[in-house]
């Protein structure tokens, strides 16, 4: 017997609760921490956000060019992590090999694989360098995350409770005017609650 769709929704919500309940801390921990434990946290989000770009760009399955470009931009983040001065130096070698070596095997994608790692690698550098401000990068990298699950729950919740007009139908169907604006609220709350925090 098929499972309702209310019954499948419920089953995804207490899912997303239990794995943030989960990962949450261990982000909020390595953020707080600092240091090498932030450091493996960036790489980590780096090597799983390339895989999708992958996924999406690559050639067909069976012929996916993964494993290369993965390395490279670990050892990319690896340098820009340790000494952050070469990190976009070590980013542009990276993008230029896999540059090179996509081409090199045929790749009709070639210039969107080396792409995927400029756009992987910048936000994390500057997650890193944001951070590594002694003045106020834990409060500035907390107000980020925050702000942004704060503005995702927001938008779910009052997008699945008052539903209404979709806000961009042939973009992205399930969005709606009520969830944007409770989307827009929990990030107001989220981000003057941080920063009330930290006395800014």
């Not at 976009?88 to 009709?108: I, P, W």
């Not at 729950?153 to 399930?174: E, H, M, Q, T």
């Not at 981000?191 to 800014?200: C, E, L, N, Q, S």
């Amino acid at each position: 017997m098929a499972s309702s769709p209310v019954a499948g929704s419920a089953g995804n919500l207490l899912t997303r609760i239990a794995a943030a309940a989960v990962l949450a801390p261990l982000v909020l921990g390595a953020i707080y921490v600092g240091g090498w434990a932030y450091a493996a946290l960036l790489g980590l989000a780096a090597v799983i956000a390339l895989h999708e770009w992958q996924m999406i760009v690559g050639p067909g399955a069976g012929h996916r060019f993964v494993v290369f470009p993965v390395f490279v931009l670990g050892a990319a983040l690896a340098v820009s992590l340790a000494a952050t001065g070469a990190g976009l130096l070590a980013m542009a070698v990276a993008a230029m090999a896999v540059l090179v070596v996509g081409k090199g095997l045929g790749h009709r994608h070639y210039l969107l694989e080396a792409a995927g790692i400029a756009y992987v690698g910048v936000p994390v550098i500057a997650l890193w360098w944001l951070r590594s401000s002694a003045a106020a990068g834990l409060a500035a990298v907390l107000w980020l995350f925050l702000v942004v699950w704060a503005t995702d729950i927001g938008g779910y919740f009052v997008g699945k409770g008052v539903g209404g007009p979709k806000l961009a139908p042939r973009i992205s169907p399930k969005k709606t005017w009520a969830g944007l604006a409770g989307a827009m609220a929990a990030a107001a709350v989220a981000g003057g609650v941080i920063a009330g925090v930290f006395g800014y």
